[in-house]
């Protein structure tokens, strides 16, 4: 059973796998960027946490015992300098792990581990939105609906308006509407007839002429 046994071995022994990983965390922060295969990104997760970790808290004796870890003073300090600024709003999540595929050599899973900045505008959990108070919010409803009434003084006297001439058609007289509709009916009728009246002599003559031409 491996109770207590937390590290992979990777078919190394102990001082090798050390000087291994040593050699990683220097290179991935110095260029913030590491590919490797995916178990080896997975175990230098851990070592790079625990040194950001050495950062954030920022004295004497976290600084040394970072140099004890990586051993180029240089990635050392500026890590010390930047780490508070970019770290210190997250209390875990430095690292991200991309997978790329396998390895056109011998097929093994690669991946990509880099350093993440966590976003300056980010929410907590606890957090919520700052909204407007409730005094703010009762003054906007009542100019609303001061607007509002405004409005519909002004709409009413358009609508009286309508209303009046709506009630002076309505008030015209029976018998002049009666009137106005039968008036173009005379007028059709009277029309037909005198049509009528045209029509007739001219039927007469021809009459007339046919006998005539029958008596010759």
Same mark, same amino acid.
């Given at each position: 059973m491996r109770h207590r046994k937390a590290s992979l071995k990777l078919n190394?022994?102990?001082?090798?796998?050390?000087?291994?990983?040593?050699?990683? #965390?220097?290179?991935?922060?110095? =260029? +913030?960027?590491?590919?490797?295969?995916?178990?080896?990104?997975?175990?230098?997760?851990?070592?790079?946490? =625990?040194?950001?970790?050495?950062?954030?808290?920022?004295?004497?004796?976290?600084?040394?015992?970072?140099?004890?870890?990586?051993?180029?003073?240089? !990635? #050392?300090?500026?890590?010390?300098?930047?780490?508070?600024?970019?770290?210190?709003?997250?209390a875990g999540g430095y690292t991200r792990i991309v997978k790329l595929g396998?390895?056109?050599?011998?097929?093994?899973?690669?991946?990509?581990?880099?350093? !993440?900045?966590?976003?300056?505008?980010?929410?907590?959990?606890?957090?919520?939105?700052?909204?407007? /108070?409730?005094?703010?919010?009762?003054?906007?409803?009542?100019?609303? @609906?001061?607007?509002?009434?405004?409005?519909?003084?002004?709409?009413?006297?358009?609508?009286?308006?309508?209303?009046?001439? @709506?009630?002076?058609?309505?008030? !015209?007289? /029976? +018998?002049?509407? !009666? @009137?106005?509709?039968?008036?173009?009916? @005379?007028?059709?009728?009277?029309?037909?007839?005198?049509?009528?009246?045209?029509?007739?002599?001219?039927?007469?003559?021809?009459?007339?002429?046919?006998?005539?031409?029958?008596?010759?």
């Open positions: 190394r022994t102990t001082s090798h796998r050390k000087a291994m990983f040593r050699n990683m #965390v220097t290179s991935l922060f110095k =260029h +913030e960027r590491i590919r490797t295969t995916g178990a080896k990104a997975k175990e230098l997760r851990r070592w790079a946490d =625990h040194i950001i970790t050495l950062a954030k808290r920022g004295d004497l004796h976290a600084r040394r015992q970072a140099l004890s870890i990586i051993r180029e003073k240089g !990635v #050392v300090h500026k890590l010390f300098e930047e780490a508070p600024e970019r770290f210190g709003s997250s396998r390895r056109a050599g011998d097929a093994a899973p690669m991946s990509l581990i880099e350093l !993440v900045a966590p976003e300056a505008g980010g929410k907590k959990k606890g957090e919520k939105k700052a909204g407007k /108070p409730a005094a703010d919010k009762k003054k906007i409803k009542a100019d609303k @609906k001061a607007e509002t009434g405004t409005k519909q003084e002004k709409k009413q006297p358009k609508k009286k308006a309508k209303s009046d001439k @709506k009630e002076e058609k309505t008030n !015209v007289k /029976p +018998e002049k509407a !009666v @009137k106005a509709k039968k008036e173009p009916k @005379k007028k059709a009728a009277e029309t037909k007839q005198a049509e009528k009246a045209e029509d007739k002599p001219k039927r007469t003559t021809k009459k007339t002429t046919e006998k005539d031409t029958k008596t010759t």
